[in-house]
């Protein structure tokens, strides 16, 4: 901390996370303000220029139907990020929730909690998504509900562990010893030394969940036609994948990117949050 | 020895349940703590010290199950509830863990973490708080103040974790301290400066301690008085000098004769397990003085005003 701000961020360590800053602010440029700055319509189609290679006109070229793929990846990134930032908060929240209420009150309610959690997660993600979705309907909010149904389980599972784990350290029952009361161990002990873990974890998550989103609306679920959701884009160019890979190949890499700068930013804030990595930070 | 005991324990027992039995850690303890003493349990590890210290700030585990009473300044504490006890502790019922290297929240600088029971239990008020971690911090002898307490536990050496754990114990000025194993994993040349600490706050603040250790020297240099501990009982208690100068229990006389400094020997056999106790004295397959006397009758141990100094033993 006293060292100075240019050693945290260029150490080797931090360098990854400083990478993983600078590609999220650029994804965040693009999300943010790129619809406004290249405003054409996304759907707007010209069947005079099907299928064009990428140019100075057209960066991503153009899809089957004449539209500019690079309008439509920017134009489409607040859906398939925003789903999946949602569901990460959403399965977040309810997944600390119980992890920490199933490692902190232990016995019965701990076996009924983690045997819900074992049920959830003995499904195949994906198929217990579809078949939310298959009940409430397609939408972009019954996609984040679908997902974020299947994402709770994992983060609670951990959260327990991670619950019983710091409920076993030997600085929990000095934290009793000097009167802390139940509800101040939880938020002042607890969840400080697990947040750290979780939001690795959370992130992480968001490149998969950002893949899964894509897989739904690939299937024809959450995102329809024509809407520019990065899933549905790939599922739409499959069938042109020979003559023009640019129309999958750029919402793919949009995709992969940014699943790639979350895992950095991830890692980097885990580190950051947690005193004890600061020094060996230093060190390296 | 004067006036109403700081603590006072009756027929004090404690048992865990462990599968389908039970083993009993602590039996029938009675001893009084007064105003501005310490008593020391010297004893083994497994002799039933720290069960003893935690029976007083209620930090067993749910398989405990304590018998008997507890007193605090006259009042029963053992019949309040867990919320009636809450407010006591930290503030009147202090305790010190033992292994300092891993009783600090790591990710807490030592200064808030000091001035935490402060703020739960004197006053909301950063400042103060912090000038009495500071002022603590100085009376125990940390050094680079006040930088150090922005420090994380992590930086700092296992003597100064064990006086940060000492200040957060005494923080919010509590009337009854326990300190457990104080000088656990200490080298000797910290282990003096701890002792040095803890005696110089001790008395500066005349804080009622209870001193659980299994160094015959800390004993030495802390105590008033003295209660000798083996497999779940205390053997003798008296005050230090007589204890420790005239020792009654052949156990305390093992003790004392393991010293570096008498020559290293050892008491014979070990210490029984909880579950698989002998009849009679518990001593007795170990003890160099034992009759037929030892194994059929259980001796018993009263302490009383007139006859302070007090062995569990038909020869003593």
Not at chain 2, 95 to 107: D, G
């Amino acid at each position: 901390m006293k060292k100075g701000i240019k050693s945290r961020f260029f150490s080797r360590r931090r360098s990854l996370f400083t990478i993983g800053i600078i590609c999220s602010v650029i994804i965040a440029f693009f999300t943010i303000i790129g619809p406004f700055i290249w405003n054409a319509d996304p759907t707007a189609t010209d069947y005079a220029n099907q299928c064009l290679p990428p140019s100075g006109e057209h960066w991503f070229g153009t899809d089957n139907n004449g539209r500019d793929v690079f309008t439509r990846v920017i134009s489409g990134a607040h859906l398939s990020i925003g789903v999946a930032l949602a569901v990460v908060g959403i399965g977040a929240a309810i997944g600390i929730t119980v992890g920490i209420v199933a490692g902190f009150a232990g016995g019965a309610v701990d076996t009924i909690l983690m045997r819900i959690v074992e049920i959830m997660l003995s499904f195949p993600g994906i198929i217990f998504a579809l078949a939310v979705l298959g009940t409430l309907g397609n939408g972009t909010e019954h996609q984040i509900i679908a997902l974020a149904a299947v994402r709770w389980a994992h983060y609670a599972r951990l959260v327990r562990i991670e619950t019983i784990s710091v409920m076993n350290s030997e600085y929990l029952p000095a934290s009793r010893a000097i009167g802390n009361s139940k509800l101040r161990i939880v938020f002042r002990y607890i969840l400080p030394n697990i947040i750290g873990r979780v939001i690795v974890i959370a992130t992480l998550s968001i490149g998969p969940v950002i893949l899964a989103g894509a897989s739904l609306s690939y299937l024809g679920l959450g995102a329809q036609i024509p809407s520019p959701e990065w899933g549905l884009m790939i599922n739409g160019g499959k069938e042109y994948i020979r003559q023009a890979p640019w129309i999958t190949v750029a919402p793919g890499i949009a995709a992969v990117f940014t699943a790639f700068s979350f895992n950095l930013l991830g890692e980097g804030i885990g580190d950051l949050i947690d005193p004890r990595l600061k020094e060996k930070a230093e060190v390296d | 020895m004067s006036g109403e005991p700081v603590i006072k324990t009756e027929d004090l027992s404690v048992e865990f349940q462990v599968g389908n039995g039970s083993v009993k850690a602590l039996h029938d303890i009675n001893v009084s703590i007064y105003d501005g003493e310490v008593l020391c349990l010297l004893g083994e590890s497994g002799s039933g010290k720290s069960v003893f210290g935690n029976s007083i700030l209620r930090l067993h585990p749910d398989n405990a199950l304590v018998k008997g009473k507890i007193f605090f300044n006259g009042q029963e504490i053992t019949a309040l509830s867990d919320k009636e006890f809450l407010p006591l502790r930290g503030a009147q019922l202090a305790w010190v863990p033992q292994s300092a290297a891993s009783s600090l929240n790591p990710l807490k600088s030592i200064g808030k973490q000091v001035d935490e029971v402060y703020r739960l239990h004197v006053e909301n008020d950063k400042k103060k708080a912090r000038e009495n971690t500071i002022d603590l911090f100085r009376l125990l002898g940390l050094p680079r103040l006040p930088e150090l307490a922005d420090d994380y536990p992590h930086e700092l050496s296992g003597g100064m974790k064990q006086r940060v754990l000492v200040a957060m114990g005494t923080s919010a000025f509590p009337k009854f301290i326990v300190v457990d194993e104080p000088t656990k994993g200490l080298d000797a040349v910290r282990k003096r400066e701890v002792i040095k600490r803890i005696g110089h706050m001790q008395k500066t603040h005349k804080s009622t301690m209870l001193l659980i250790t299994h160094d015959v020297a800390v004993a030495e240099s802390l105590a008033n008085d003295i209660g000798v501990m083996y497999a779940g009982e205390i053997v003798e208690y008296g005050s230090k000098d007589e204890v420790l100068n005239s020792p009654k229990h052949p156990y305390t006389r093992g003790l004392i004769n393991a010293l570096p400094q008498n020559g290293f020997h050892a008491i014979k056999g070990f210490s029984p397990s909880a579950s698989d106790m002998p009849t009679g004295c518990k001593f007795n397959p170990r003890c160099p003085e034992c009759t037929q006397e030892c194994i059929d009758g259980h001796p018993k141990l009263i302490i009383s005003e007139s006859e302070k100094h007090v062995a569990r033993c038909y020869h003593a």
